[in-house]
């Protein structure tokens, strides 16, 4: 026997499921939210975080996590020089992509 979904009942699980992403998603966010003080845009698309104990950790401008050497210098859309501290990667990375 062939089991086929109607187009009414793949709508509705599909909607359900990105309702769970979302609320997954913003929940990730609040958490992210409680931990970061500052996110600097700089030039090349990238964000630096700066978390509340003022260590750092950088996402490219895909939004991905990436490593940062401490002690770089980098350069923010407004122009001001920011020295990485830290390398806060999993920290980061944990905040955005797993729900605590």
Same mark, same amino acid.
Do not use: C, W
């Given at each position: 026997?062939?089991?086929? /979904?109607?187009?009414?009942?793949?709508?509705?699980?599909?909607?359900?499921v990105?309702?769970?992403?979302?609320?997954a998603h913003?929940f990730?966010?609040?958490?992210?939210?409680?931990?970061?003080?500052?996110?600097?845009e700089?030039? #090349?698309?990238?964000?630096?975080?700066? /978390?509340? #104990?003022?260590?750092?950790?950088?996402?490219?401008? $895909?939004?991905?996590?990436?490593?940062?050497?401490?002690g770089? $210098?980098m350069?923010?859309? #407004?122009?001001?020089?920011?020295?990485?501290h830290? #390398?806060?990667?999993?920290?980061?990375?944990?905040?955005?992509?797993?729900?605590?």
């Amino acid at each position: 026997m062939k089991t086929s /979904f109607t187009k009414p009942v793949l709508i509705a699980a599909l909607s359900l499921v990105g309702v769970v992403a979302t609320n997954a998603h913003a929940f990730a966010n609040n958490a992210l939210g409680a931990e970061v003080t500052q996110i600097v845009e700089l030039k #090349d698309g990238s964000s630096v975080y700066i /978390f509340q #104990d003022g260590k750092m950790a950088m996402e490219s401008k $895909t939004g991905r996590v990436t490593r940062m050497n401490p002690g770089e $210098t980098m350069e923010a859309k #407004d122009g001001r020089k920011i020295v990485m501290h830290g #390398d806060e990667v999993a920290r980061l990375d944990s905040l955005k992509y797993i729900p605590n």
